[in-house]
């Protein structure tokens, strides 16, 4: 069988391969005669640690502890004298050593991708003296990769794009797997590309991963999107490979290769002649497969009766074509428009323009129809002139309308009183001439604008409006006066001939040659001897004195009487009367003082000074009202709690007592008897004006005296006592009187027989007390005897 160059290496590499393993699992260490190595003050022979690279395959699966070499040192006798002992990167952990015989071995599973070699010491020592017979060494055990990573797309998934009928072989984007296995060892890690899923529109370079287009012309119209299934194999692509997959979606991008297309070769609208100027008539549009700025286009009138009427435009959100009006539409004139309408694209790529012409053309045709218009006036606005002196009823002018409709509708007119309030025109509704209805004032509105309304007589709601301006002509009818209210002073020390005041006039009138004044003194006025008049002969005049020695003393003011004449045809005049006040001035001429007053009452008292002292007098009142008012109300309360005033209320009280046997919640005899004492107390809201010292003694008075006395005593005590009732309050004394010379006549103190008081003068007091005599008197006759 012949083999080919391909298969002859790949022999020839596991031949390799399989040599190099069967050489690491045999290494030893064997000795190097050297010059004589002194240790431990014995002369002994110098060795060294010889031995090839380690080399162990990743990923080993079996149970039992992978043998990886052998360790040996020429001192070592074979009698157990000698033990090894391992060091360094995953010694103990992942490598042991046979401290007998030396050989390694590997306990767990090794990855070379997440370590690739590891780096050890060896020793060997007496068993006895522990102490090393040889010099310490490294060696490296190297991981054997296998392939057991496929390949990765680490930027996957991938989206891209590519125009539309790009040429076949056009790049579109470039995947990239990546292997975790060694690239320099083998084909674990040499991947290959290929499409699963995509064909036949695009292909992958099998080294690079650039994908490609395949075939040519494909259309985004027809489908714009596509989804590709790309896998990465390494061992080249070889049987027994592992692989990965990513997805790439390629979406075809737009270019301009479809032209505009109307789908109707002509439209037709109605449009009422009514409409406004810019309103929309229609919308159009012609159809572009393509999007975005492919897909814009603009539209233009290009033939037609109506270039002038109608203009197009372009909306740039919906690529439609927006006829509108330029020019009123009017029935009666046209009743129909034909437009010829081209759409082309604004943006034309010169590789298509092989596919036909990138524009379209569309008639469009307009019908007017007719509605019922208002009336139209001959002239948007109208220029009329009247005199002010015209009289009422006066023609100013005459304003017309018609139905522009073809039925041609009488039209009847009217003016807009809202524009002509108080009424200063009329119309005739038939004739539309104008008339003045009242006399005419230019100086108070010299201009009327009023509006006149056309009305079809058929349907009144359809009206018209056309617009007057009538200007009222000037006559001279307002005489000339000063131009302002002048403030003339002369100064006592002026001169003959000094100019004291320059007047003007103003008229109300406006001449068409402009205004001209004469000035001149009334002739009552022309012969005065303090002041004459200068007519300037440019509508001003100047006032002079005629002499010296004004006193305010003798004249404080002078009135000087004007005449006025204008230019009008007839002319007109007028009388002003300028005042002239005399003053006080200093050197440079400027009034002072120009009160006569002055002079009159030198010594007395101003004005300013008389209001001041009025001032004074009323802040002094209100003054003296202030202190009255807060001295009555800082009057202190003659109650001594102001929180509990209890005047004018009625206090109730529940305690009924305990009968005429309890003698400890009231003290009855201070309510019947006027003769007991009580202790003087003295309140603190009452000044008291009497002190009693000592009750004084009753008499035998009578009894209206007794009780006048006894509410007087118990009034004054109230008004002493803090602890009394408000002196408004009602007071009830339960007394009755000052008794009898008899006393009491109760038996409670009296019935024992050891009372040692004589009642024997009852029988002296006749019949009516003798059975108390029998009772309590001492005689033979005594009850109890």
């Not at 012949?2 to 393993?21: D, R, S």
């Not at 502890?65 to 074979?78: A, E, N, Q, T």
């Not at 072989?169 to 975790?180: K, N």
């Not at 005049?573 to 006040?581: A, D, E, P, W, Y």
Request: hydrophobic fraction near 35%; charged fraction near 25%.
């Amino acid at each position: 069988m012949k083999l080919g160059k391909v298969e002859f290496c790949h022999f020839l590499q596991i031949l390799a391969l399989f040599l190099c393993l069967s050489g690491m699992n045999q290494a030893e260490l064997t000795r190097s005669r050297s010059k004589p190595y002194f240790q431990s003050g014995r002369t002994r022979t110098k060795r060294s640690w010889v031995w090839n690279q380690f080399f162990v395959l990743e990923e080993y699966m079996g149970t039992d502890p992978l043998y990886v070499g052998k360790l040996h040192s020429d001192v070592d006798k074979g009698d157990g004298s000698i033990k090894y002992i391992l060091s360094g990167e995953g010694a103990s952990s992942i490598f042991i050593i046979d401290e007998n015989t030396g050989d390694i071995h590997a306990t767990k599973r090794l990855d070379r991708e997440e370590q690739a070699y590891y780096t050890l010491r060896a020793q060997a020592l007496d068993r006895l003296t522990n102490k090393p017979v040889e010099p310490e060494s490294e060696f490296v055990i190297k991981i054997q990769d296998i392939n057991d990573n496929e390949p990765k797309f680490l930027d996957g998934p991938y989206t891209a794009g590519v125009p539309e009928m790009s040429p076949v072989g056009t790049s579109v984007v470039q995947v990239t797997a990546t292997d975790a296995d060694d690239p320099t060892y083998g084909n674990s890690a040499r991947v290959v590309y290929s499409i699963l899923q995509g064909q036949p529109y695009f292909s992958v370079e099998p080294k690079t991963g650039v994908i490609k287009t395949a075939l040519p012309n494909m259309d985004r119209e027809a489908k714009d999107q596509y989804l590709l299934v790309i896998q990465a194999k390494d061992m080249v692509g070889q049987n027994g490979g592992l692989s990965g997959t990513t997805s790439v979606t390629v979406t075809l991008t737009d270019v301009n290769d479809n032209p505009p297309r109307f789908p109707r070769r002509s439209y037709q609208y109605n449009v009422p002649e009514s409409l406004p100027v810019a309103s929309v008539v229609a919308r159009i549009k012609a159809a572009d497969a393509d999007v975005g700025p492919n897909a814009e286009m603009e539209y233009k009138i290009v033939d037609g009766d109506g270039l002038g009427v109608f203009k197009i435009s372009v909306d740039k959100d919906t690529q439609e074509g927006i006829i509108t009006i330029q020019k009123e539409l009017d029935f009666e004139a046209k009743t129909s428009y034909t437009l010829r309408i081209e759409a082309a694209n604004m943006h034309v790529d010169p590789r298509f323009l092989s596919l036909g012409p990138f524009s379209d053309m569309t008639t469009v045709k307009i019908i007017v129809e007719d509605v019922d218009e208002p009336p139209v006036f001959t002239s948007h606005l109208y220029s009329m002139v009247v005199s002010e002196a015209a009289k009422v009823g006066t023609i100013i002018g005459t304003v017309a309308a018609h139905d522009p409709d073809a039925s041609n509708s009488p039209v009847r007119y009217s003016i807009d009183r809202n524009t002509d309030l108080e009424r200063y025109f009329n119309i005739d509704a038939n004739s539309g001439v104008i008339t003045t209805a009242k006399s005419l004032d230019r100086e108070t509105n010299a201009v009327h604008n009023i509006t006149v309304l056309a009305m079809e007589s058929q349907n009144p709601a359809q009206i018209g409006r056309g617009y007057v301006a009538i200007t009222i002509l000037d006559i001279n009818d307002n005489a000339p006066e000063f131009a302002m209210e002048y403030e003339t002073t002369v100064c006592e020390n002026a001169q003959p001939g000094q100019v004291i005041q320059k007047i003007s006039a103003i008229d109300k009138d406006d001449p068409p040659n402009g205004h001209h004044f004469y000035f001149s003194l009334t002739a009552e006025a022309a012969n005065n001897h303090n002041f004459t008049l200068q007519d300037n002969k440019d509508n001003t005049a100047t006032v002079l004195t005629k002499r010296n020695g004004f006193r305010r003393q003798e004249q404080s003011v002078f009135y000087l009487p004007i005449f006025i004449v204008d230019s009008g045809s007839p002319s007109l005049s007028s009388t002003n009367t300028l005042t002239i006040r005399v003053c006080d001035c200093d050197a440079d001429g400027i009034a002072q003082t120009c009160n006569a007053e002055a002079y009159i009452l030198p010594a007395g008292l101003s004005t300013g000074a008389l209001i001041a002292i009025l001032a004074c007098v009323l802040t002094l009142l209100v003054l003296v009202l202030l202190i009255v008012t807060m001295r009555r109300r800082k009057k202190e309360p003659l109650i001594f709690d102001e929180e509990r005033d209890i005047r004018e209320n009625i206090v109730r009280y529940d305690d009924e007592g305990g009968g005429e046997e309890d003698t400890e919640a009231f003290d009855m005899a201070a309510l019947r008897n006027l003769n007991i004492m009580r202790d003087t107390k003295t309140r603190r809201d009452v000044t008291p004006e009497i002190q009693f010292l000592s009750r004084p003694t009753f008499k035998s008075i009578p009894d209206n005296v007794i009780f006048r006395e006894f509410i007087w005593e118990r009034l004054k005590e109230a008004d002493v006592d803090p602890c009394a009732p408000p002196y408004d309050s009602l007071q009830t004394y339960a007394f009755e009187g000052n008794g009898s010379v008899a006393e009491s006549l109760s038996s409670l103190d009296s019935i024992s027989s050891n009372s040692d008081q004589n009642y024997d003068y009852l029988s002296d007091w006749g019949p009516r007390f003798k059975r108390l005599a029998d009772m309590y008197g001492t005689g033979p006759d005594c009850l109890y005897s």
